[in-house]
């Protein structure tokens, strides 16, 4: 008589944003389903159609597909591109002939079913995941939002296959971040789909805890199966080399901003604040580097360069000129370069309690002191205080984060390795496969089958 | 030695709008500086005559050699009859009523019926005439703007570009005619523009 292996568990993760798209929420996404691979799941990706994301919105990086585990099986279901169409010849004859008819029409269409322009590409998720089980079926469906129809097709997976599912909450949906109030009028449909969303889940995980607990008030019956996976960093997309502490070079100090800046951020504050930091000797001709685009439109630059005391051209206006520098976007390839360069890492953040930002963590990841510039209250903090090099003036007063930059400076310049490796030791617990040891454990745990014994195989 | 100018890429660019927008001077502005040799077609004359445009590279055309309203009859009716038809009645009756006090009250009722017809018209042209006109325009663009593509050279362009939404109905043809050049909404300026 022969036992045949129990089969490793089927997973059918259902993530828009994934490599080659280089989108913020991508991140969480590929460690996610090499997480799952690695510990031993058979996995199966929905992402975003790969027209979608070279032509619409043509943020891609194909390295990072790379680092996929080759394991894992990605599937594209179509997603109806009418709204974004530039293609004339593409274009249906309606819509060639009505344009905006048509798009209205469509829109009209897709939110009958779901308030969201991602409604086609769900619809086609759950045609395509419930086809892929009937063959062989899934054990567990995990689905991550933005888009947040990627929850909408989980539960009508759910309903027309009876697999259990999580949704991971790596952004907000009903909750406008920035304003801390609902993101959506009390009537709306949003309310009605989120609801059977997370009361219907077998867990609902979001990236902090002023979040879970926001959502949780909300929906109290589904509160204990609400649980909070962090963002974290990729060791393996970020080398942070030796620890050497402070700078050998004789120069003026190099703070750093790595990322987008918007205009929900405090920039004038840290514009201000750091003008007047550098009227302490400790900080005479300091630097502010702003690594990354400024506003999230080609033209969107111009309202922020007097701000920063920059020209047109975003070169330093002398007579505005208070150290910032302008170094433009840098490649997922190039990050750690930038940590490398700078001696403070400068944290400006928007919103406000329920924020967390990703890049916190690979900033702490380089072991430098990090100088905050965003509302006091903000989620990040959670994470921020166990850091020993985080330096805040809890408030956006400039007379005061100037102080935090000053201190921060004087660490910096102090930083000795061991410092640094402490620094570094703290944040090695957000490493990202940590963080997903807990949610890999959870599902594992819905799974209704004897599955074989987890063994961790990074490929 | 520079290329010549007959052998540059070159780009038909539909426009039906009565301004210009500040993105599409920009993106004939970064395509010329390029080199790259550009077909306008404009609604109207007056819609790029306040724009420094090269003219080296930029060839216009105009839909209207005049005013749009000219080349509607029902567009110039509608004109005449809520506006200019009632602004000269109105105006010669003042200028009998307004003189003399025994006219006082029949200037006072001709002013109160003057505002009344103009909140009418108004609301006549923006609740009803134009939003439908609007819908329509585009169509009507398409036959107006035929003669106009005559004089473009449409079969040897590099790219066919929509600049707006009015002038996509014209475009959608004329990229079903020309199946071979690249028809777009998008103001996409590679791979000329570095």
């Given amino acids: 008589m022969t036992f045949s292996r129990p089969k490793a568990p089927r997973l059918l993760y259902i993530a828009f944003y994934f490599p080659p798209s280089r989108a913020s929420g991508v991140y969480r996404a590929r460690a996610t389903a090499n997480h799952f691979a690695a510990a031993g799941w058979d996995v199966t990706v929905l992402a975003a159609p790969l027209r979608f994301l070279y032509e619409v919105i043509g943020s891609v990086d194909e390295k990072l597909s790379e680092t996929v585990d080759p394991r894992i099986h990605v599937e594209r279901p179509e997603l109806d591109l009418t709204r974004w169409e530039s293609d004339l010849r593409s274009m249906s004859w309606l819509q060639g002939t009505l344009p905006r008819t048509a798009v209205r029409l469509h829109k009209w269409r897709e939110e009958r079913y779901f308030p969201e322009q991602y409604v086609s590409w769900a619809r086609n998720c759950v045609a395509t995941a419930v086809e892929a089980h009937n063959r062989e079926p899934f054990d567990a469906v995990l689905s991550t939002g933005n888009p947040f129809a990627a929850f909408a097709s989980a539960w009508e997976i759910h309903k027309a296959t009876g697999v259990p599912y999580v949704a991971d909450y790596r952004d907000s949906w009903t909750l406008d971040l920035f304003s801390d109030e609902p993101a959506f009028p009390p009537k709306h449909p949003a309310w009605a789909w989120e609801q059977r969303i997370i009361g219907d889940s077998s867990h609902t995980v979001f990236v902090n805890d002023a979040l879970r607990a926001w959502h949780a008030d909300r929906y109290p019956k589904a509160a204990e199966r609400m649980m909070v996976v962090p963002n974290g960093w990729d060791p393996d997309l970020l080398d942070v080399g030796p620890t050497t502490g402070a700078s050998k070079e004789d120069r003026p100090l190099r703070f750093g901003y790595l990322g987008t800046v918007t205009a929900k951020q405090p920039v004038a504050e840290m514009a201000e604040a750091f003008r007047q930091a550098r009227e302490y000797p400790e900080l005479l001709d300091a630097e502010l580097n702003i690594h990354g685009h400024l506003g999230f439109f080609q033209t969107s630059h111009a309202g922020f360069l007097p701000l920063l005391g920059l020209d047109l051209n975003g070169e330093p206006d002398p007579e505005l000129d208070h150290g910032l520098r302008l170094r433009g976007p840098v490649s997922k390839t190039e990050v750690a370069g930038v940590y490398e360069h700078n001696d403070v890492l400068v944290f400006l953040a928007a919103g406000g309690k329920y924020v967390t930002s990703g890049k916190i963590f690979e900033y702490m990841a380089t072991g430098k002191p990090i100088v905050s510039v965003h509302a006091p209250e903000i989620a990040a903090r959670e994470v921020l205080e166990g850091y020993p090099l985080w330096f805040t003036a809890d408030s956006l007063e400039p007379g005061l984060v100037a102080k935090a930059m000053v201190e921060a400076g004087r660490a910096a310049r102090a930083l000795t390795p061991q410092q640094q490796a402490e620094a570094r030791a703290y944040a090695d617990r957000f490493q990202r496969d940590a963080l997903l040891d807990p949610l890999e454990a959870a599902i594992r745990a819905t799974v209704r089958r004897p599955l074989p014994v987890r063994e961790v195989n990074h490929g | ?194």
């Fill in chain 2, 1 to 194: 030695m520079a290329e010549p100018t007959a052998t540059r890429p070159r780009v038909v660019l539909l426009t039906l709008t009565y301004k210009l927008p500040d993105r599409v001077q920009s993106y004939i502005s970064d395509l010329t500086g390029a080199g790259v040799r550009v077909d306008l077609l404009v609604t109207e004359r007056r819609t790029v005559e306040d724009i420094e445009l090269d003219e080296e590279l930029v060839k216009v055309h105009h839909v209207f050699e005049d005013s749009e309203m000219y080349g509607y009859p029902l567009r110039w009716v509608e004109r005449r009859v809520l506006f200019d038809v009632p602004t000269k009645v109105f105006t010669k009756t003042r200028e009998v009523t307004r003189n003399g006090e025994r006219m006082q009250v029949l200037d006072k009722t001709a002013l109160k019926v003057r505002q009344g017809q103009a909140a009418v018209s108004q609301g006549v042209h923006h609740g009803l005439f134009w939003p439908v006109f609007q819908r329509a325009r585009p169509l009507l663009l398409m036959s107006r703007a035929r003669k106009a593509l005559r004089g473009i050279d449409v079969a040897g362009a590099d790219r066919i570009v929509a600049a707006d939404s009015a002038v996509v109905p014209l475009a959608w043809r004329l990229a079903k005619r020309y199946p071979n050049i690249q028809a777009t909404t998008a103001l996409d300026r590679k791979p000329w523009v570095k």
